[in-house]
């Protein structure tokens, strides 16, 4: 909307408001997404605002008095005398200079420096205004974009030497370099899913938490009024609600597969069981008009991976292949050992490893993919289903869980004859003891009387976790960062476990927080909850030894079955 001029001169700014605009001005400064500094004619700093000093580490106190040219490196020290300084004196003012901070750590932080002089009627100088700005990011495109264009003046140098095999020569390259754009692109986009995901996973999921948790307790109030019509009604909404919660937890948690930022808990893994333990849930997915077949080889080797999302794989595999037969037809599920050696993995577009690998194929006689569907079908979102039908995310996220597993994965298909697709997991260590799947419990509230320390930064899903495990029989205390949950530990000496998120604010993470908190009480057990984790309790993609972690969102069940397995180790 355009700011009309008002028609008359406005009235001076109050008191009050002046304080304002001051106030407003003095955060800006402070506060400005660049360093701002003001010296005296012979260079020594006379003001520096908060974003320089976060930056440099130096506080304001350190910087009073020293000349900017003595927070350069050497090289940039000279540089900006013998060039820079005199460039000043003569025109009143140089831009974008990049130069090297020293930090007070020692470290190196590339900048981008501006500076003008100011002034008086008799042509003297005042002062000088010098704008910092945080050239990190740009050095690294700058160094990357140099490096990429030496690597192609090589290439282009290699072309040119090789004049006898000239045509063979090129068509060569060419196929590398389109090779290596195409796993660039895959990278990037992969890193753009990642970056995405992680934004949305902390906050969508802890939201998710409080809704579920919430239709959670209905349901516990509404089984617990007489049964009439209304009531009826409002548990249907419910359900609606609920199931509406879940899809979306659902839909997040196969952006996280597929951006490879879901915490894994691999094992050791007899995948003939596995699957044998999931046929009647596979049978019924599948429905009675598709044949359904597992043909398990003989000797198989145990394979590496994460169970529970190996069989979140395996059923999204057969549901994909349930709807490329919707006429009936053939499901098969085979099991071998296979031997990926390096001329076959050196033809692939993304790396992998060469050696041994359990090899899972899921073959459907339905209407088969074409060529130029098949190069789209691990794209997040991309899908050949009616709108509605599917999310797009489902052979997404088995991609991210067999790129995250340092597995493999490859589609075979052929229009009017049906699609196999294999699924490659890296073979365990012969000494390790296959995992043993457990029977599936059904739902139910696990109670208890211990101290449980709950650290939460989100106040909605504090209260709720606090409010259900008090429910379930426990004593709770609170804390809303890792330096109020340490002040509490120190008082009590009764705490039994303590429940946090990994991101916390305050500079203090879970993990963080429970290896001080260990220092206080040694025997206290954690158990940790998360969104969305990279390097906290995660890494290479699978959780830390010994560390429990229940994922958000959560429901009732899961947090008081969770708690309670831990508490009785």
Not at 118 to 125: L, S, T
Not at 197 to 223: E, K, P, W
Not at 460 to 487: K, M, P, Q
Not at 546 to 552: A, I, R, S
Request: net charge neutral; proline share 4%.
């Amino acid at each position: 909307m355009l700011l009309k001029r008002p028609s008359k001169r406005s009235a001076p700014l109050s008191t009050s408001e002046t304080s304002a605009v001051s106030g407003d001005f003095a955060d800006l400064f402070e506060h400005a997404p660049c360093g701002y500094l003001a010296t005296d004619p012979q260079g020594r700093i006379s003001m520096a605002n908060a974003t320089f000093c976060a930056w440099t580490g130096f506080s304001k106190g350190d910087l009073a008095g020293r000349r900017f040219q003595e927070l350069l490196t050497l090289p940039g020290r000279i540089y900006f005398e013998t060039h820079f300084a005199p460039l000043l004196r003569m025109q009143g003012t140089f831009n974008e200079v990049a130069l090297d901070l020293v930090r007070a750590s020692g470290e190196r932080m590339p900048v981008l420096v501006n500076a003008v002089e100011r002034q008086n009627e008799n042509g003297e100088v005042q002062f000088i205004r010098i704008s910092v700005f945080n050239a990190t990011d740009r050095r690294r495109y700058e160094t990357e974009l140099l490096k990429a264009k030496q690597e192609a003046e090589r290439a282009n140098q290699a072309l040119q030497e090789l004049n006898a095999t000239l045509e063979a020569r090129i068509a060569s390259e060419l196929e590398q370099r389109m090779k290596a754009e195409a796993a660039l692109r895959q990278s990037q986009k992969m890193e753009a899913i990642g970056q995405l995901t992680g934004g949305v996973a902390h906050d969508f999921n802890n939201l998710l938490t409080v809704i579920i948790g919430g239709l959670d307790a209905m349901d516990r109030v509404l089984r617990g009024l007489p049964a009439t019509p209304e009531t009826a009604r409002l548990s249907r909404l419910r359900e609606m609600a609920f199931h509406g919660a879940r899809r979306a937890a659902t839909l997040t948690s196969r952006l996280l597969a597929f951006a490879r930022r879901q915490a894994l808990d691999p094992k050791a893994i007899d995948v003939n069981q596995l699957i044998k333990g999931i046929a009647d849930l596979l049978q019924r997915t599948i429905g009675e008009s598709i044949a359904f077949e597992v043909v398990t080889g003989a000797g198989l080797w145990h394979a590496v991976a994460d169970p529970a999302e190996l069989e979140n794989a395996i059923v999204n595999l057969s549901v994909n292949a349930r709807d490329a037969m919707p006429n009936g037809g053939r499901l098969t599920i085979e099991t071998g050992n296979a031997h990926l050696d390096e001329a076959y993995v050196e033809s692939l577009d993304e790396p992998v490893d060469p050696g041994q690998y359990v090899m899972i194929a899921v073959t459907d006689t339905g209407h088969g993919i074409d060529k130029e569907t098949l190069s789209k079908v691990f794209e997040p979102f991309f899908t050949t289903k009616e709108i509605g039908k599917g999310t797009g995310l489902g052979l997404s996220q088995v991609y991210g869980f067999l790129r995250q597993s340092h597995g493999h994965i490859r589609i075979y298909s052929e229009v009017g004859h049906g699609t196999t697709v294999k699924l490659y997991l890296p073979r365990a260590n012969p000494a390790l003891a296959a995992f043993q799947p457990g029977e599936r419990e059904a739902g139910g509230y696990y109670r208890g009387s211990e101290r449980i320390l709950v650290v939460e930064d989100d106040d909605a899903l504090r209260a709720f976790s606090t409010s259900v495990l008090r429910e379930l029989g426990y004593t709770v205390l609170e804390a809303a960062n890792g330096r109020t949950a340490l002040d509490l530990l120190q008082e009590r000496a009764d705490v039994d476990l303590i429940f946090t998120d990994v991101v916390l604010p305050g500079g203090m993470n879970g993990r963080q927080l429970v290896d001080r908190a260990r220092q206080i009480h040694p025997r206290l057990k954690a158990l940790f909850t998360t969104g969305y984790t990279r390097n906290a309790i995660v890494h290479n993609g699978t959780l830390d030894p010994g560390v429990d972690l229940l994922g958000k969102p959560f429901t009732v069940a899961a947090l008081s079955k969770k708690v309670r397995q831990i508490l009785d180790l």
